[in-house]
């Protein structure tokens, strides 16, 4: 007798497909898993990274690579907020839709920073660097805050920083105190307007309080006081600056510090 066995190598197998089996195969796939037919969408994404990457257009990928729109994936919150603050400071809304896709929205913020108007502190900057060069300010740089940072970045690189507001402030209290007048390098250049306050320091004499402290430090030190330092506050700063230093603490001071340390001995490990 002979086993019954499924011929292995003939036309028509002894097994016959159930049902499931046909209906899976007449299934759109086949049979084919979930995990399987999910492999092209992954696929088509990093193909829409790349595209992102490379800088390609955002149609390159069509439905496929996201948004009900099409033609691109969905922008991050972090674009969509920024696209809303920008089109806020504009005085519009975002276009219905752009939400939706990346490339668009991208298209837009960069329509909306053209259109971006220069803060009072950058056009401050930018009058300040037009007087410094001897430049005018172009008329549209008032309005456009790119042409406003190309024009000042212009005027940096040719070296003609104006100073800073307080820097000029500074300057002008230090003439008063020598008796001195600014020139108008002062007001226009930056590196000038810190020579003058550097000499206009070395010139300033020092204040009754300064002088009685750097007299008592000297004295201290078993030191004369140098005839620059009771002349310059700056000479008499550097003065006291360097005898505080090289002058050991007094038994209040290393009290004082035995007590915030916790008692514990000045240089012991912890």
């Known amino acids: 007798l002979k086993p019954f066995l499924p011929e292995r190598h003939g036309r028509e197998s002894a097994l016959q497909p159930t049902a499931a089996m046909q209906m899976r195969q007449q299934r759109p796939g086949g049979g084919r898993s979930r995990r399987w037919r999910r492999a092209p969408r992954a696929l088509l994404a990093a193909a829409a990274a790349l595209c992102t990457v490379a800088g390609l257009p955002g149609h390159c990928g069509g439905l496929a690579f996201g948004g009900p729109g099409g033609g691109g994936v969905y922008p991050s919150q972090k674009q969509i907020d920024f696209a809303n603050s920008l089109a806020e400071e504009n005085g519009m809304a975002v276009p219905e839709g752009l939400l939706e896709d990346r490339y668009k929205l991208s298209d837009f913020i960069d329509e909306q920073l053209a259109l971006r108007r220069p803060s009072e ?45 307080k820097q000029v ?102």
């Open 121 to 165: 502190r950058q056009l401050a900057f930018a009058e300040r660097l037009a007087a410094a060069t001897g430049k005018d300010m172009p008329a549209e740089a008032y309005k456009d805050r790119k042409l406003c940072s190309q024009f000042i970045d212009e005027g940096i690189a040719a070296g003609q920083l104006p100073p800073s507001q």
């Open 169 to 270: 402030a500074f300057a002008e209290r230090l003439a008063a105190e020598t008796d001195r007048d600014l020139p108008p390098a002062a007001y226009n250049n930056a590196t000038r307007c810190s020579e003058l306050i550097d000499e206009m320091l070395d010139a300033r004499p020092p204040s009754d309080k300064q002088l009685a402290w750097a007299e008592k430090l000297a004295d201290a030190a078993g030191l004369e006081l140098p005839h620059d330092a009771s002349r310059s506050s700056k000479r008499c700063s550097s003065f006291i600056d360097a005898l505080r230093a090289a002058t050991p603490p007094t038994d209040e001071q290393l009290a004082f510090a035995v007590e915030a340390g916790g008692g514990r001995q000045l240089g012991a490990p912890r």
